[in-house]
């Protein structure tokens, strides 16, 4: 019963956290105004900066990169110190199931239609919280990647299926943390597909040829840097 309830409440809290927009309360609470009226009246962090500039939208990007260490965290002290349970021995697994919940709230916000973002960040704030090493040598393949083929979502894409990758790994090889490896690594892989999952259309520019390079002047879409 008690492993039942710290699931439970992992996924429905993190979700749920998951899912309030950062950029509309930010703007609410520094403009006393709906960013979804102004601009290109999408929710994100790139119309935040165009119509109100550095601050605002600083304020939102960090709001949506605690998103995930706070999760992680909250969802570690309540399962590990308030219920007592601890899955397969390891307490990393509860961190990966409330990343995975936190980034369905952000990309799937219940509060928002359904409509987010795409989760990159947030994936790699969760990881941060739950596995540093993955999470550096992740970032390092998104950023020789990116390097590489000047496209971000290439980096994202590659950096997505090195997670469950060295998540194997280094908790095999490494961590030797037992029975949790392949529950672990199943949780990462989740989020990997995830990640792939939503960009998709980027995806189908990258075969058309029409995929925008990093630091290219030419005009992006407005969703495409929605968090």
């Not at 900066?49 to 998103?67: F, I, N, S």
């Amino acid at each position: 019963m008690k492993e039942f309830l710290s699931i439970l409440f992992t996924v429905v809290f993190s979700y749920l956290f998951g899912s309030l927009n950062s950029a509309i309360i930010v703007c609410r609470l520094w403009k006393g105004q709906d960013i979804r009226e102004y601009g290109s009246k999408n929710a994100g962090l790139t119309n935040v900066l165009r119509v109100y500039g550095k601050g605002p939208a600083l304020a939102t990007l960090l709001c949506d990169l605690a998103k995930g260490v706070i999760a992680v965290v909250v969802c570690r002290v309540i399962v590990h110190q308030v219920i007592g349970v601890e899955f397969f021995g390891d307490p990393r697994f509860i961190g990966y199931v409330a990343g995975l919940a936190v980034m369905l709230g952000h990309c799937f916000p219940v509060f928002y239609g359904f409509h987010g973002g795409k989760g990159v960040l947030l994936a790699a704030t969760t990881l941060l919280a739950i596995d540093p090493l993955t999470c550096l040598l992740s970032i390092c393949v998104f950023a020789l990647l990116v390097a590489v083929t000047k496209y971000v979502s290439v980096g994202s894409i590659c950096a997505a299926v090195a997670y469950p990758t060295f998540t194997f790994i280094l908790q095999k090889f490494a961590y030797d943390d037992g029975y949790a490896v392949l529950p672990n690594t199943l949780m990462a892989l989740l989020i990997c597909l995830l990640i792939i999952y939503l960009h998709r259309p980027n995806i189908k520019r990258l075969i058309e040829g029409t995929e925008n390079k990093f630091g290219s002047k030419q005009k992006k879409k407005e969703d495409d840097v929605n968090g």
